[in-house]
């Protein structure tokens, strides 16, 4: 079978190995369809993401079909699956709350441990969801992205007529505007290029602010009659949106972040104290596959246009060098793996 390796940063390289056979009763044996090209990919291919180890198959955004299925995997043959890439330990601290996405031994699939660009995987059951035949592989390839946004939106709390402020509408911004709009949010999304946020408008966006031309704090407070957003939600990820998130957010409010970025930001106290704000980090997901499954069974969300461009495996490096070079305007690549 065909295998695509981030072999060391800046080394992309796809290769022939040997598919893998079902072990255990729960495992299921998968022919991977699609596999999707995330940002974070980008950060492992260039060397920078902490966790990654080299060399490493990435992909932790795929669906297939499968080919085979331990006796106890609760499968069959002919399921479409998609994979949910984490895997935890079940028993430190965040798992028993029912947190496995932050477990102290978590791993993830094409980061810590080899993901799903190859045309063959197996995978325990429990990181195995069935979805709707109907489907189209390259549509059932944003499960996974979507369950970001999903996860964002619980985080913060969403409830019908908050008002949510997302920072950013790149591919992960534009899961969270689907996903707060399902929860019956009134949305507003920021960011610096007209084409994304009309993009943004096209798919529910009530509010969108071009964040080079209007001031996002007077805009948010002209549109809420001086309230704020109820949840900001940050995207964008730079030191100055997580101090701006925490100005515009109202009492009572949610600010989540997604950032990973080091640098500290400047944040008095008195604001968090003052509004009684709720700040909290989203990272991945929890249990947020079924709920994004159904959403997406249930052909309630805006996918036209999501996906930009697909190529075969044999081009893998192409694709990689497509994303490099149109990164503000790329929504999602796809890898085919059906195709050579
Ligand atoms: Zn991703
Ligand atoms: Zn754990």
């Not at 295998?3 to 796809?14: A, F, M, N, Q, T």
């Not at 993401?49 to 043959?77: C, K, L, M, Q, S």
């Not at 950013?168 to 507003?188: D, E, F, M, S």
């Not at 309230?227 to 995207?235: E, K, P, S």
């Amino acid at each position: 079978m065909k295998v695509g390796l981030v072999e060391k940063p800046g080394s992309l390289r796809v290769m022939e190995r040997e598919a893998p056979k079902i072990q255990k009763p729960d495992d299921v044996l998968i022919a991977v369809k699609r596999v999707g090209i995330c940002g974070s990919d980008m950060h492992i291919f260039h060397g920078k993401n902490p966790f990654a180890t080299y060399p490493r198959v990435w992909g932790h955004e795929f669906v297939g079909e499968v080919i085979e299925a331990g006796a106890e995997a609760g499968v069959a043959v002919g399921d479409h699956v998609v994979a949910e890439p984490i895997s935890y330990c079940g028993t430190c601290y965040a798992c028993k709350q029912g947190r496995g996405n932050v477990c102290t031994q978590l791993k993830v699939l094409g980061v810590h441990v080899d993901g799903g660009c190859q045309q063959f995987v197996v995978l325990p059951s429990k990181q195995v969801h069935k979805i709707a035949a109907d489907i189209p592989w390259d549509t059932a390839c944003l499960i996974e992205p979507f369950t970001i946004g999903a996860q964002s939106c619980l985080r913060g709390a969403v409830r019908p007529g908050d008002v949510v402020l997302i920072y950013g509408a790149g591919t992960i911004g534009l899961t969270i505007l689907q996903n707060a709009k399902l929860a019956g949010a009134i949305t507003i999304i920021t960011d610096l290029v007209d084409d994304k946020l009309a993009f943004a408008a096209s798919i529910g966006a009530d509010y969108t602010i071009n964040a080079k031309n209007e001031n996002t704090y007077d805009r948010v407070m002209e549109i809420t009659n001086g309230m704020g957003a109820n949840v900001t939600i940050d995207a964008v990820c730079t030191k100055q949106s997580f101090e701006d998130a925490v100005k515009v957010t109202s009492a009572a409010g949610r600010v989540v972040e997604m950032s990973f970025n080091e640098t500290p930001s400047n944040i008095a106290a008195f604001e968090l104290t003052k509004k009684e704000l709720d700040v909290r980090g989203s990272r991945l997901q929890t249990n947020r596959f079924p709920t994004v499954i159904d959403a997406f069974n249930q052909h309630q969300l805006k996918l036209d246009g999501f996906i930009t461009a697909i190529y075969p495996i044999s081009r893998m490096e192409e694709a990689f060098a497509y994303v490099d070079a149109n990164g503000a305007t790329v929504r999602k690549v796809l890898i085919d793996m059906e195709t050579e």
